[in-house]
């Protein structure tokens, strides 16, 4: 059972930076897809960045240029850099992990995920 532990969240005034990482555990196999996905009370959750196993990475456009995905296979961890933070970038962070995850159109999508995280919440005050 794959287990997901997000860390670095906190608040930081519009401009700054934080890094979120994300502490996997509990599998054999590194999962295929990571990703990052946010979201704030009374909203969907979002997707921000995703990164699958051959390399290949997604980030929504709301975040694209300030926000850098990465993954640390020997430490088990994956992070997202988070420069020139907005207040709209307020939200709960939540990591996502998958296996044998589904192409689709848009790699950001929910269902490719099968394991969660609690979260960690990051507020931007402007």
């Known amino acids: 059972q794959v287990q997901l532990a997000e860390s670095g969240g906190g608040s930081v005034q519009a401009g700054g930076s934080l890094r979120l990482a994300c502490a996997a555990s509990g599998y054999s196999f590194r999962p295929d897809c990571m990703g990052w996905f946010r979201q704030v009370p009374g909203k969907e959750r979002e997707g921000v960045a995703t990164l699958d196993s051959d390399g290949t990475s997604e980030y929504a456009d709301a975040i694209k240029g300030r926000f850098t995905i990465s993954r640390d296979n020997a430490r088990n961890t994956l992070n997202l850099q988070m420069n020139n933070l907005k207040a709209e970038d307020t939200a709960m962070y939540f990591c996502?992990?998958?296996?044998?995850?589904?192409?689709?159109?848009?790699?950001?999508?929910?269902?490719?995920?099968?394991?969660w995280g609690q979260g960690t919440q990051v507020t931007v005050s402007s």
């Open positions: 996502a992990a998958g296996y044998r995850c589904p192409r689709f159109e848009s790699r950001l999508r929910e269902v490719r995920f099968s394991y």
